[in-house]
């Protein structure tokens, strides 16, 4: 019987491995030195946690039954388990707001989630608690920029929109064409947009909506010209001082590159976001990729707090997958796993014991040092040094039956 791994499902070998630990790994110490702290929530959730607020479809998630909890799911995103665990754990705790980072595998399943049918995504992200305001955005959209700096990821732009105003941009279209509209923008078809039953004047609030994507000092004063009401006004009020701050910030420090864009039409794919939303987007040798998204969600704790009581977020994640792809063209990556540093031989079978002893004394170092005892009992001496060779490992420890070792440096 031959053993295959569900559809969608995908083994990491120890390569894949190394070159995603080298990516987490700098996103991490970005993450440290901004304060934040790494969150662990389960990897199965009550499917009413996952959708909370209307964040997902149903028909995308990978449902599991059980008989005690009902209804379950594997999470497809952490945003909702974080607002989840933070509503009901760390409320009414003292160090608001919170700042905390996460490393986790998610699961989609649908024609969209990318190639392959791939069901299982690594996510790595923050999320910002308990923290409004455009000085919180700038801070994640900041450190969203030195995540990408210190992975050496030069070509990207990053696009801006706003969920609350684009929906109230929305909102005179009747419900039953909205979504339509609302599709239609969202994936650059004018051609529906103007084949649509609308009145002349909403066709051409579409079309007007359609066109708000180009760069801030081209976008923002079209917007200002529409008929905008004080909340609307408010939002777009918010997203020119989340601009400015971005672009005092790049001013300040130099190596900070982001080109803005911005897209009223930005609409993403889970339905709790309230204000900015944005996108990375890689222009690199291997076409466009949305490399991580996020945005502002400032009514989703609410839907978890015990007392019903609302507290702003933000955040964003990266996609693993992506930025793999992307810094492996760029020959960015390990492109081996790293080679053990010393073999230690037993030169007869009586000098086993004196072999491990005199690794563990190899190993026992402040740096890290990788020893392999050799495991076969070869013919010759050359033996061993061919597979050394093979290997890539730097020294021999010949360790007679004293534990006295002989070096041989071979690589
Ligand atoms: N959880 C979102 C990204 C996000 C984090 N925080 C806010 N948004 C996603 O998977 O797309």
Redesign the pocket.
């Known amino acids: 019987m031959v053993h295959q791994p569900p559809s969608g499902a995908r083994d990491l070998l120890p390569l894949d491995v190394a070159q995603k630990i080298s990516i987490e790994r700098r996103l991490q110490q970005v993450f440290h030195r901004w304060g934040y702290h790494r969150i662990i929530t389960s990897t199965l959730e009550r499917l009413e946690t996952l959708m909370a607020g209307g964040a997902i479809d149903r028909s995308t998630l990978i449902q599991l039954q059980d008989a005690e909890d009902g209804e379950l799911g594997l999470r ?4 909702a388990s974080i607002a989840r665990a933070a509503a009901m754990r760390m409320a009414g705790t003292r160090w608001q707001p919170f700042r905390l980072y996460y490393n986790a595998n ?1 699961f989609r399943k649908g024609p969209d989630t990318g190639s392959g049918g791939q069901q299982e995504f690594y ?1 790595a ?1 923050v ?1 910002l608690l308990g923290a409004g305001g455009t000085v919180a955005d700038a801070e994640v959209l900041l450190l969203l920029s030195e995540c990408l700096q210190s992975l050496e990821i030069d070509e990207w732009h990053l696009v801006l929109g706003e969920a609350g105003l684009t929906a109230r941009l929305l909102e005179p279209f009747p419900p039953n064409v909205r979504q339509k509209v609302r599709g239609a923008i969202a994936n650059l078809d004018r051609i529906t947009l103007e084949t649509l039953p609308l009145s002349t004047e909403l066709r051409e609030r579409a079309l007007l909506l359609f066109d708000l994507r180009g760069r801030p000092e081209e976008v923002l004063p079209i917007v200002a010209k529409l008929d905008l009401d004080l909340s609307q006004q408010s939002a777009l009020n918010n997203l020119k001082s989340a601009i400015e701050l971005l672009h005092q910030c790049q001013s300040k420090i130099p190596h900070l590159k982001s080109h803005i864009h911005l897209d009223l039409s930005l609409i ?3 339905d709790y ?1 309230t204000g900015i939303v944005f996108e990375v987007v890689s222009s690199s040798k291997t076409g466009q990729r949305v490399l991580g ?3 502002r ?1 400032d009514q989703l704790l609410g839907l978890f707090d015990p007392q019903g009581q609302n507290s702003p ?5 990266l996609n693993i997958e992506d930025l793999h792809q992307v810094l492996l063209t760029e020959g960015q990556l390990p492109s081996q796993t790293p080679a053990s540093d010393w073999l230690v031989v037993a030169q007869t079978p009586e000098a086993s014991a004196a072999a491990f002893a005199y690794a563990r004394k190899l190993r026992d170092s402040t740096h890290l040092v990788r020893v392999e005892i050799d495991l076969e009992s070869r013919e010759t001496e050359e033996a061993a040094r061919e597979y050394a060779r093979d290997r890539r490992i730097a020294q021999i420890a010949w360790v007679n039956a004293e534990g006295l070792p002989t070096i041989e440096t071979v690589n």
């Open positions: 497809p995103e952490l945003t998610v996510q992200g999320e993403q794919t889970f976001y998204q996020g945005g969600y977020g933000i955040g964003f994640c």
